[in-house]
């Protein structure tokens, strides 16, 4: 268990090689953790609820996103490889050349990309300004686009920005109900839009929507995809979790009702056949879900193991899981404080 936040943990993210854990917290701090050790390596005063921390995938950079409010840090954590840090202070701490460039208007308005200022928390080296408030912020898998979701923005609640040459785009013009998360496709350039009813799935390059999921479902709280990219999972408010075969049908390939109470989220792991889902329950269920390479057998899910070890704390039980990126270990954070570790 790890132990020192002392307010209900709504966010974490771990580094791309598994060593370290970033947790964003309600009372204000992001802490990393060693996940060997369970010792807190570092803490940052955020200034603010920190919604949501993501950690860059690119192991060139050592870099964490973190969305407090309306604004986006990103910080280098000065911690692992040394060159590592050196080069990422390079490479970010001066602001890329786009003289060019000319935002168009609505980019402009929502959007603004700065330095350091200087009361940000330490080693901050872009800060991100945006008009509402951010609840999700999410990267591509390679690392230089990342997405933000400010569930408020009508129109403008998602965009997409690119790291090397700061700039940002507002990928949709009308507002088509209100952006729970997005995330990008782990291969091919497409990105999945969950709103509260639906999950829009959009290509990036034809720039068209390709597929919309019916969920039936009242409410989507999360989704994750599988990491070969066809199978995705929800999680809702009402209880269940949903998991779709976009081969198959727009519709859910199979329901589980195995929480007793909302659902916050639900993971893939991304080397085992493994995924898991938690919620106000306190309770964490982990199954195996074997995907096949031959298209023609369908998916196969079986539940597994139900966790416990969460307190409830305001009627709100596990906040969000985290598969460790190698190992076949779940992290859960929960709005008791604190964030464990199962194996």
């Known amino acids: 268990t790890f132990k020192g936040h002392s307010n209900m943990v709504r966010t974490v993210t771990s580094e791309p090689r598994g060593q370290y854990l970033a947790s964003g917290c309600d009372d204000g701090t992001m802490k990393i953790w060693e996940v060997e050790t369970g010792r807190c390596l570092k803490t940052w005063d955020m200034g603010g609820v920190v919604r949501s921390v993501a950690w860059c995938p690119n192991t060139a950079l050592s870099l964490v996103a973190v969305a407090v409010d309306t604004k986006l840090y990103l910080i280098n954590t000065g911690l692992g490889d040394k060159l590592v840090n ?52 999410t990267w591509h898998a390679r690392g230089d686009y990342f997405s933000t979701v400010m569930p408020e923005g009508a129109n403008r609640s998602v965009l997409i920005h690119q790291l090397s040459k700061w700039r940002s785009q507002v990928p949709f013009s009308k507002a088509k109900g209100q952006v729970q998360c997005v995330l990008f496709h782990p291969i091919r350039p497409m990105l999945f839009v969950a709103t509260q009813r639906h999950v829009r799935v959009y290509d990036l390059v034809k720039q068209e929507l390709t597929k919309k ?95 416990s070890g969460h307190t409830k704390y305001d009627d709100f039980g596990v906040m969000t899981l985290l598969w460790h990126p190698t190992q076949p270990w779940l992290f859960s954070a929960g709005a008791d404080g604190y964030i464990k570790l199962w194996t």
Not at 87 to 95: A, C, F, K, V
Request: glycine residues 8%; aromatic residues 8%; charged residues 20%.
């Open 213 to 307: 999921l019916m969920s039936g479902a009242k409410w989507i709280s999360s989704m994750a995809i599988h990491p070969g990219g066809d199978n995705i999972l929800t999680g809702t408010y009402d209880k269940k979790v949903q998991w779709y075969d976009l081969d198959l049908s727009s519709m859910p390939y199979q329901v589980l009702r195995y929480h007793t109470n909302a659902v916050r989220d639900v993971q893939y792991h991304k080397r085992y056949p493994l995924f898991a889902s938690c919620g106000d329950d306190n309770n964490i269920t982990v199954s195996h879900g074997m995907v096949y390479n031959d298209l023609l057998q369908n998916p196969l899910i079986v539940p597994v193991k139900k966790l």
């Open 86 to 137: 050196a080069r990422t202070e390079e490479l970010l701490g001066e602001e890329p050349d786009n003289t060019g460039y000319v935002a168009p208007v609505r980019v402009g308005q929502a959007v603004k990309w700065g330095g350091a200022e200087e009361d940000s928390p330490p080693g901050t080296l872009v800060i991100i300004n945006h008009f509402k408030s951010v609840k999700q912020v």
